[in-house]
């Protein structure tokens, strides 16, 4: 009946072994996406929807609130119903990216921009909007990222430059989610769905 | 009831045997490579799921959510080890189980002790706050934390009260009834793993692969821990008839019941008895059985170890009894020839009578050779009765009083010339185990044909 003395705790060696060879073999090349990553952070974080607002005017005018396909500016009772707005937290945040969101259409001969919906997680609202040259995707800004602690937001900030740069590498919404930040990434990936998806 | 019955005389056809038949092969590796198959699983898993941030926080924390699956996982296996479930018991033996049982203990409190620090520490690096900031943080915002700690303080509980020195310490009821609490530390660790684990929350098909696999856990213990032994304790109704002395320290125990055959008990297995009144409720001991149980009776010799063996000849005649079983793999079918050396020290005489039945029932030669203390702890001694199928060889006589050891091979040789050709089967406390296993392979004996038991 005896149990070989310290055969779990050689077992737990072990096993701490194999992680640390799979957390090298995984991420011990991340030292490069490390600086990488930590570049845009900046930018990220400061980006805000004002930001979007003018790169969006650049484009064509498309936060005037007034949308091509009719639905209300502020996205409450837009018609994509997975997006309701003025969540209680973050509110003026929402609010302003309200103004931006949800349906509205940014037309220009080349490029396209347009504003995907906004998706609610656990940690706050995402939302982002998606540059198309023809039906590529050039480029993702984000407008809203959950900030609604200082661990969200430093979350999200390593996130979103990961997977912008995964939907401009695949050109579509079939991305993977980093880990780490799940619910960023998923209500990303939404996000920018919503944004292909009226595109059509 | 208290007569006892002889050894059978041997069975007519006796396949007077050639070689040695191949030695039936463990399964043993089927539960072991389920058991690694699954632990590369969750590696494998937790890779798919994991995308590089380069991160520092990041990468603690996830290599921490490694630690934790890993741990959830082995949890399982661990329960699934004790669950009874009949298939592990045959394929591995119980013994063995809860050998292994008892060692992924260890690894599982290190690894959720190591999933907690990596989560903490990790937490505390991306947030650039203190080790102590972080923890009331992710308290209020991760789902089910608060009851995953409960779980976590169980799991600390359970782990050092099974460790060797608190075990030395703490008694059988005491420990039995904090190992229990395991079960509720499970549950409570459970729902920070589906709700709150990243790879669980972005993958719906994870989660119910991890549900089904606590699930069937669940499922398997109360099956067969709890469902078939109550079912069992209605249909047998066994109840103490009587306890006979048989020698200096041990005792028999004789017990009646109804359809005891569809046990399918065979000689030199054991059972989990549980005496059914005050002092021996909260406990089940693994009792050797001393004779092939028949349809209505099955007998025990126990012998005076521990406080509740020593308890037994106490217990009055009427006394209900719960057994699980049986159990073990020291029988007749392991035997790879035809003649068959069996060796018994102390309490070891009982499985050894018993299998003695069913290898001369299958028409085995057989030699006995029983070591004790004295010639009065010569338990069961009558009960060996001498043919030309059995010879029965008694070794009375503490080492330090005859000046030699009678099993050191060059005396066992004497006692038992035809070794080389024979199976051994060895049962009798570990010491004497690992001479008599010495000197059998010193005098030829291949390993495949060494049986041995442990009695405790």
């Not at chain 2, 907690?116 to 789902?143: F, H, K």
Request: aromatic share 6%; charged share 15%.
């Amino acid at each position: 009946m005896a149990a070989r003395p310290w055969r779990g705790t050689l077992l737990y060696v072990g096993a701490v072994a194999v992680m640390t060879a799979a957390g090298v073999a995984k991420f011990g090349g991340a030292a490069g996406v490390d600086a990488a990553a930590a570049a845009p952070d900046d930018s990220a974080a400061s980006q805000s929807s004002d930001d979007v607002a003018t790169g969006g005017a650049a484009t064509g005018g498309a936060a005037t609130g007034g949308s091509a396909d009719g639905s209300s500016g502020d996205g409450s009772t837009a018609s994509d119903g997975d997006s309701t707005d003025g969540s209680s937290d973050s509110a003026g945040d929402s609010g302003a990216a309200g103004s931006t969101s949800d349906g509205s259409r940014a037309a220009s001969s080349d490029d396209v921009t347009i504003v995907g919906s906004v998706a609610q997680t656990r940690y706050g609202n995402v939302q982002v909007s998606v540059t198309f040259a023809g039906t590529k995707i050039t480029d993702v800004q984000a407008l809203q990222i959950p900030d609604r602690e200082q661990r969200d937001v430093q979350i999200s900030q390593q996130a979103i430059p990961i997977l912008t740069q995964e939907a401009i590498e695949s050109g579509s919404a079939r991305i993977d989610t980093v880990s780490g930040a799940t619910y960023t990434s998923e209500g990303y990936i939404e996000s920018l769905q919503s944004a292909i998806d009226q595109r059509g | 009831m208290t007569t006892t019955t002889r050894v059978a005389e041997p069975a007519a056809a006796v396949p007077v045997g050639a070689g040695r038949a191949p030695a039936p092969r463990r399964r043993v590796s089927a539960v072991l490579v389920a058991l690694w198959v699954g632990s590369a699983a969750v590696v494998a898993f937790w890779w798919a799921g994991v995308t590089v941030t380069g991160v520092p926080g990041a990468t603690i924390m996830s290599l921490g959510e490694l630690a934790g699956l890993l741990a959830s996982f082995l949890v399982c296996a661990q329960v699934l080890l004790v669950a009874r479930v009949p298939w592990f018991e045959a394929s591995v033996g119980f013994d063995r189980l809860v050998a292994w049982h008892r060692s992924l203990g260890t690894t599982v409190v290190l690894l959720v002790v190591t999933h907690v620090l990596l989560m903490i520490v990790g937490g505390s690096v991306l947030d650039q706050v203190t080790v102590w900031a972080e923890v009331p943080g992710i308290l209020r915002t991760q789902p089910y934390l608060w009851l995953a700690v409960l779980g976590t303080a169980l799991f600390l509980l359970v782990g050092l009260s099974s460790a060797r020195l608190a075990r030395a310490r703490l008694s059988y009821e005491w420990w039995f009834a904090i190992h229990l609490t395991i079960y509720v530390g499970i549950f409570l660790a459970f729902f920070h793993q589906v709700a709150g684990g990243t790879h669980f929350v972005s993958s719906a098909s994870a989660r119910i692969a991890w549900i089904t696999l606590y699930s069937a856990t669940a499922g398997a213990v109360v099956v067969w821990r709890v469902l078939l032994p109550l079912l069992d304790h209605g249909r047998y109704r066994l109840t103490v008839t009587a306890l006979v002395p048989e020698a200096d320290g041990l005792t028999s125990v004789w017990l009646r019941g109804n359809g005891l055959s569809r046990m399918a008990a065979r000689g030199g297995q054991y059972f989990l008895v549980r005496f059914m009144t005050r002092g021996h409720l909260g406990t089940a001991h693994p009792y050797s059985l001393s004779m092939v149980p028949t349809d209505e009776a099955m007998r025990f010799t126990v012998g005076a170890l521990g406080d509740h063996s020593s308890a037994v000849p106490a217990i009055r005649p009427g006394t209900r009894v719960q057994v699980e079983g049986p159990f073990g793999r020291f029988t007749a079918e392991r035997a790879t020839t035809h003649r068959v050396l069996l060796v018994a020290g102390g309490a070891g005489i009982g499985p050894v009578r018993s299998l003695a039945q069913d290898l001369l029932a299958r028409g085995h030669d057989l030699v006995v050779v029983h070591r004790a203390h004295d010639e009065r702890s010569l338990a069961l001694a009558g009960e060996f009765t001498v043919s030309p199928s059995l010879r029965y060889v008694p070794v009375p006589g503490r080492r330090a009083r005859l000046g030699y050891d009678p099993l050191a091979p060059e005396h066992l040789v004497e006692l038992v010339p035809d070794i080389a050709e024979r199976d051994v089967f060895v049962c009798g406390p570990d010491p004497m185990i690992a001479a008599v296993v010495r000197a059998a392979r010193t005098l030829g004996v291949p390993a495949a044909a060494i049986h041995r038991e442990e009695v405790a």
